[in-house]
């Protein structure tokens, strides 16, 4: 059965819709209004072969805040949708991706317990229209609506190649994460339940 999840979230802030295919292609669709965000959904649906498509209205006249916090929290709702009870899945899961001088690692518990950490500091404050320490805000707005606990590090020099080895970093631990373990039936917990 295909796991998939779709959300459509309206705020006075946002207008947000979001469709996940957990075992896609990788094929993307995202116009967010903010050029390196779009990049950075982008990488991440093609590095954890997830299908996504994604449009959101978002009052950037202000600020990329409430754009990029509502996305994560829409996509972590569509996640936490097409993953159901969970049944059948690895849970756990850990990745360390490169990006020329840049390296991310993220470790990922499926578990229903949201919790999220980041450590480490961003080189630039902002890449484009991408205020830097959004990242981060993105990746705890995910983790607590799609009820994962998620570690995340970075080290680097340049904040572009920082965030985008973030991005594809969470990306590969959740596909791994998500992946059906074939033997296994149940919910992957000693409780029998997540």
């Known amino acids: 059965m295909p796991r ?23 094929d993307s669709t995202t ?7 779009d990049h950075m959904l982008d990488s991440f649906a093609k590095h954890g072969l997830f299908d ?35 049944a059948g899945i690895r849970r756990f899961a850990d990745r360390k991706v ?6 991310a690692g993220a470790v990922v518990d499926v578990s229903g317990r949201p919790l999220f950490r980041f450590d480490g500091e961003l080189s630039q404050a902002t890449v484009g229209e991408f205020t830097s320490v959004m990242a981060p805000h993105f990746f705890r707005s995910l983790a607590m609506n799609a009820g994962l606990t998620l570690h995340t590090e970075v080290t680097g020099e340049n904040a572009h190649h ?33």
């Open 162 to 194: 920082e965030i985008e080895a973030l991005f594809k970093a969470v990306a590969r631990a959740l596909d791994d994460a998500t992946r059906p373990d074939e033997r296994r039936e149940g919910t992957p917990s000693t409780k029998g339940s997540l």
């Open 31 to 37: 116009e967010t209004g903010i050029g390196f965000f």
């Open 52 to 86: 996504l498509e994604i449009t959101c209205d978002g009052d950037l006249a202000i600020d990329d805040h409430h754009t990029v916090e509502d996305v994560a929290i829409a996509l972590g709702t569509a996640f936490d949708e097409a993953l159901g009870d969970r």
């Open 98 to 103: 490169p990006l020329d001088e840049a390296v």
């Open 4 to 26: 998939t999840g779709t959300v459509t979230r309206a705020t006075a802030e946002t207008d947000i819709e979001v469709s996940l295919v957990v075992d896609g292609d990788g």
